[in-house]
Each structure stands twice: as structure tokens, then as C-alpha cells.
């Protein structure tokens, strides 16, 4: 039985603006109040964990004991299947020091054509989402989701955040960065994740 969560109020953990408002967006509904640990001025803790699932618990976990509060954290990232699972829990640093995603898609367009993979099938990608909730006391609760596309190029659309320009979702004929933020939040790897967390953890 997974422990519920009692409060109104929880902190987002994570200093990245795209994925605050998603989560606000996601949680607003059950009337839960979020504040970001860049809100709340928590330095980033160094993420050592070699999954998604380590890292987003490293995470919480910080946040969690730092606030005295619990915390909502999530590893995620683009794994490529030509490209051995890469970019994977190195999503935000292929990115480089400046957090720029235009450099990173760069980088995996240019990691694609050298491996020769310059068919749709040869494209296949998933992103990968693992959301943990925390308590200060050290309690995790982690549930991973899991959505599956193609690798586009040249990137298309200017919503969303990461690489959702050049992920073309499985039935889709187009990228997260052209959806509606709305069409995407309902269907995205942290949507399915939450939509595991929400009953498990919210009596909402």
C-alpha cells in the first residue's frame, strides 16, 4: 500500500521553468499549491544515480528534507534506440552548460546520421519519465512512465521544452513542440507516470 499524501501544499523539485508549469498544470486540478526548489532558492543536488528512477528519488529526497515538505520530483529524458539508449539519464547535459536544447537536438541529429540511422524505423526513441513523491522522514514513492515515437529532423514547433520539437509521438503527424501544451500534457511520459502516482498517492 503506497503512503498518501495529506497536505496542500508540495514542492516541485526541480529549478527547470518548463517542467514547473507542467506540474502546476498536472496538479492544479486536486488543488494541491506547488512552489519550485528554484523557488524556494534549494541548490541542485549532484544526480549519481545510473536510472531514472535514482536520480528522480536523489532529487525529491533533497527537496523534501531541505523544505521540510514533500516533494514531487522527476527524472526524465530521451532514450534512442540507434544510439543505444543515449541521450537517456544524460538528456539535460548533452543540453551543455547553458541548458540549450537546440545544441542537444543538434547533437543527436548528428549521433543519428552517423550511425547510419536515417529511416523512421531506425528512429524509434521513447521518452522515459520517473516520478518520485518524498517525505521529509525519507519515504519514496516512484512510478515511471513511458512514451513512444520517432526522432524527427529538422525539429518542428516551438512548445513545449527538451527535445519536444524532434519527438514525433507514435500516431501523431506532429511533434510535442507543435502540439497544444494541453494535447501533450494529457498523453506525455509524466502524465502516464502521474496517472500511477495520482491514485496511489491522492485520495482526490
Not at 523557488?39 to 536520480?55: D, K, S
Not at 511533434?175 to 491514485?199: F, N, V, W, Y
Amino acid at each position: 500500500m503506497a503512503r498518501k499524501f495529506e497536505g496542500t501544499r508540495l514542492v516541485v523539485a526541480t529549478h527547470n521553468p518548463g517542467k514547473v508549469v507542467e506540474f502546476a498544470a498536472l496538479l492544479a486540478p486536486l488543488g494541491i499549491e506547488t512552489v519550485s526548489a528554484g523557488e524556494l532558492g534549494l541548490p541542485e543536488p549532484e544526480e549519481t544515480g545510473v536510472t531514472f528512477r535514482e536520480n528522480a528519488e536523489i532529487k525529491a529526497l533533497a527537496s523534501a528534507r531541505a523544505a521540510e515538505l514533500p516533494a514531487l520530483s522527476d527524472d526524465s529524458g530521451l532514450v534512442v534506440e540507434a544510439l543505444n539508449g543515449d541521450p537517456g539519464i544524460y538528456s539535460a547535459r548533452w543540453a551543455g552548460a547553458t541548458k540549450d536544447f537546440n545544441i542537444a537536438m543538434q547533437r543527436v541529429e548528428e549521433a543519428l546520421q552517423a550511425a547510419g540511422a536515417t529511416t523512421p524505423d531506425a528512429r524509434r526513441a521513447h521518452f522515459v519519465a520517473a516520478l518520485t513523491l518524498a517525505w521529509p522522514d525519507g519515504h519514496c514513492e516512484t512510478f515511471e512512465g513511458i512514451f513512444e515515437g520517432t526522432v524527427v529532423s529538422p525539429p518542428r514547433g516551438n512548445n513545449g521544452f527538451g527535445y519536444d520539437p524532434m519527438f514525433l509521438p507514435d500516431g501523431y503527424d506532429i511533434t510535442c513542440g507543435e502540439m497544444d501544451p494541453d494535447a501533450k500534457h494529457a498523453i506525455s511520459h509524466r502524465a502516464r507516470a502521474l496517472a500511477q502516482l495520482l491514485p496511489a498517492c491522492f485520495d482526490r
